[in-house]
């Protein structure tokens, strides 16, 4: 059994899971950095900063937990802009992504320069370099863990959330894009997106169900309340960012998955949950 569905859990009920184990994860982050947009004098002062980064993220336990598995992470850095002044300083976009709901751009982030600065993990403090990296890798571990159980993804947004909020009171003026990370956060948290995040964990015991266990009845028969859960969710938040992001990377598995009966009633609900791609479960319907 693979380590990160040790703690996913038995149905009593279809939403209600149980752990069975405890269980933990290693984020396994790729981080690029392009800074060709600066002039060649500054590119110096980012050369390591890829490298860096990606160290800083891959050897820290960000989960404090037993066994090891990866929660998968792309971070891409764009620079767009240096600054001299009292403090050098560079501007970035930054894109953050995962394999399944997480896909953000964020833009106008602004850090001074890292040369000389120590790499090392600084939750209690603000740092305008690494308290962005820090954010979105909790946000990255909370959207994993709400995977595993309803809810179990929490105390890692909760985390995303502190940062958030020492970074809109940050007595610095390389702090910006704070109050639209808190805003992330906050949504996520928030009641109306509740139903999605449990969503999520019923989906995974489905796949786990069919991939793993190869038990095709018991995976049928959690999808299909995974799709009632979903109705619930796009009802609760219409068009909401994560819904939409997770039907973009799992729309295939579902199609392919509910193809193999002869009902539409799953592509009837798919159509009515997924808006914007209507026509994509057209062919499955009588």
Known sequence: MQTKYLKLLIFTSFFLLIPLLSFGQIVKCEISVNFERLPSVNQNELRDLEFNLTQYVNNYDWTKEKYEDEIELRI????????KGSKNYF????IVSNKNDLFTRDRGWSFTSPSGKGFSNREQNFDDLLSVIDFYVYYACGSAYDGYGPLLGTS??????????????????FSSGWDRRKTLVE?????????YRQMKAIFEFGKYSYDV???IP?????LEKCLD??????SQAP???????FLNANRKFLIDFFSQFQSDVPFRKLKGIDISNREEYDQYLD
């Open 76 to 83: 891409e850095i764009q620079l767009t802009n240096y600054v």
């Open 91 to 94: 501007s970035a976009d930054i």
């Open 156 to 173: 890692f947004f909760t985390k995303a959330l502190t940062l958030s909020s020492k970074g809109t009171f940050a007595e610095t003026p």
């Open 187 to 195: 949504d996520i948290l928030s009641e109306k997106l509740k139903p």
């Open 213 to 215: 266990r190869q038990d």
């Open 218 to 222: 018991r995976a049928k028969e959690v």
């Open 229 to 234: 859960r979903m109705l619930e969710a796009s």
């Open 239 to 245: 068009n909401s960012v994560e819904l939409t992001n």
